[in-house]
């Protein structure tokens, strides 16, 4: 099993920057390939962003796409979305989730993750 806790959200002005990890405990994290999601009031849960199990595979939401950034660091057991020119319809608790699996083509789907974080709270308004 995986814990994952995520932190770094906040409130930021439209046009800025925010980074949000999401830190992992328990089994052997670079077993699984990482996924962020969010949600906004009122909507359903979306796709932002997956990470290959290595690292060397990325796939984002064309919402997001040339934004925002996702990375992972294995010997912190950390997973980062680097979030870039962000606007208000960003604002939205995001949550990092693990998975074992699903292939490629696959991982932009919720039930392709095994294990999922709290969430933390991004708010873009000025």
């Known amino acids: 099993q995986v814990q994952l806790v995520e932190s770094g959200g906040g409130l930021v002005q439209p046009g800025g920057s925010l980074r949000v990890s999401c830190i992992a405990s328990g089994d052997t994290f670079s077993s699984y390939y990482v996924g962020w999601f969010r949600q906004a009031p009122g909507k359903e849960r979306e796709f932002v962003a997956t990470i290959s199990r290595g690292g060397g595979?990325?796939?984002y939401a064309d919402s997001v796409k040339g934004r925002f950034t996702i990375s992972r660091d294995s010997a912190r057991s950390t997973v980062y979305l680097q979030m870039?020119?962000?606007?208000p319809e960003d604002t939205a608790g995001y949550y990092c989730a693990a998975g074992l699996?699903?292939?490629t083509d696959r991982r932009t789907y919720e039930y392709a993750y095994d294990y999922w974080g709290q969430g933390t709270q991004v708010t873009v308004s000025s």
């Open 84 to 87: 870039n020119s962000l606007k």
């Open 101 to 103: 699996g699903y292939g």
């Open 57 to 59: 595979m990325t796939h």
